[in-house]
């Protein structure tokens, strides 16, 4: 009786919603969509995870091989620096580890989700995707020998009337922003190396990840098709994919690829871990098959819109246009362009289909990069041979007219696109001939014809906006004093 008096006075004490009587329709609706919406994030949040603990562990993976086995750097620098630093937190949970005797580099996620790089001399890294490393290490016997170191650059006087304090004083103040933790600065002047700057760690022979300055080396490559009568620039029908009868793919040509006017539906949003391009370089393992099977967004030639998967599809392109054999089509950015060039630390990684990655996998030293730039700036011509036609570069510095600003051109960049570009009002003005290459994490090779210069800029900068890379052009034109 004492039990049920206590129970029938705390039940007249308190509110009758707390003993289930009747609850109005409205709250009822509430709390069930409360209810509802929780569970559908866990749900999604769930399912979100276990897509991206795999790219999370790929990346580890990759980013640890390349570093160590291809440019040569401590393993423990790469992880705290290139994997853990200002990076997704997710990361702080993959554990990364090297297998030196057969050259691999492999990442786990709590014990879980693990993804395989192997190392192929010659060839960088490639991840295990679709195939075994073993099969991959396999295959790599049959390829090129190890890289070479390339020649160093010529070193020449400065030009006349230059400030020799003042460019100093630019190529330290490219250091002195933590954030935008700058790796590497130099300036080529008249084909001669007149200053250069490097972060602990780093030097002339280092070959580093271009990322997407890899795009320009496919466009110039495209110019050799081009030179040796392979391929045409108003070429359509490009790929087995696009052939079926009524496949509007059918009429993007060569010149739409190259301006990214192709219209295919791909996705590059900011951040987004889980865009196309991110699955298409860490979860496929055939990265131009994957941009070669995007349906179109909008008719070619219609609009802009830049896509790593648009510079991949480009490349299964000028391999059927070259018509050689994978294995052989893996060495031919060396034959074709780097080793002519004397870029002997150059090459363009391959994917587990055998495909260079030609959106974003290039590592070369910084002296070869300026090598690079210095070939640009001389209109396709190294020591008396022509690569390329005649037009060729002014074709890709030509302005794309649908990309916004018209600041894109043909796989190059006619003016410094954000997030490098400069924010002041009294932004500096480059000269009108300037161009640029322009990769993830702040790399930038910048040519200037009507000033001599080839002007590299390589780091890790992940804070938008830390790296101003007008200013810095600014700066170095500025201690050269006047044309």
Known sequence: MEVACSARFQQDALPAAYFGSPVRPSRRIALAFLLFSVSAALVYAGWSLTRLVPIGTAYAAKTLCSGVFLSGRPARSVIEEDILADNHPLLRLVTPSLDAQRRRASATFLGAAERVAQFRPGFGCTLALGVEPDALAGTGRTLQPRLLPSDPLPVGPAPLGIEPRRLDAAMAAAFADPRARTRVVAVVYDGHLIAERYAAGFS????????????????????????????????????????????????????????????????????????????????????????????????????????????????????????????????????????????????????????????????????????????????????????????????????????PGREFGAHVWLRVPEPYNSRARNAPALPEDAFHLVGHEGQLLSVIPSRKLVVLRMGLTRERFAWDHEAFLARVLEALGPP
């Open 204 to 403: 002339a022979r280092t070959p580093m990840p271009g990322w997407s300055m890899t795009k320009t080396a496919v466009a110039v490559l495209t110019g050799t098709l081009l030179q040796q009568g392979s391929l045409r620039l108003d070429q359509s029908s490009l790929l087995d994919e696009w052939s079926a009868p009524g496949d509007a793919r059918a009429t993007i040509t060569i010149d739409h690829l190259l301006r990214m006017t192709d219209g295919l539906a791909f996705d590059e949003k900011p951040g987004d871990l889980l865009s196309d391009v991110v699955l298409m370089l860490l979860t496929t393992g055939d990265s131009s098959g994957f941009a070669a099977a995007r349906p179109l967004r909008t008719a070619p030639g219609l609009t802009w819109r830049y896509a790593n998967g648009t510079t991949n599809a480009l490349v299964r392109a000028l391999r059927r246009a070259a018509a050689m054999p994978p294995e052989r089509f893996a060495q031919w950015p060396r034959e074709a362009l780097f080793t002519p060039l004397g870029m002997r630390s150059a090459t363009i990684e391959l994917d587990a289909a055998g495909m260079p990655v030609g959106s974003s996998f290039m590592h070369a030293s910084p002296h070869d990069w300026l090598r690079f730039g210095q070939f640009l700036l001389q209109d396709g011509t190294w020591q008396g041979q022509r690569l390329v036609p005649p037009e060729w570069i002014a074709y890709m510095r030509s302005v794309t007219p649908q990309s």
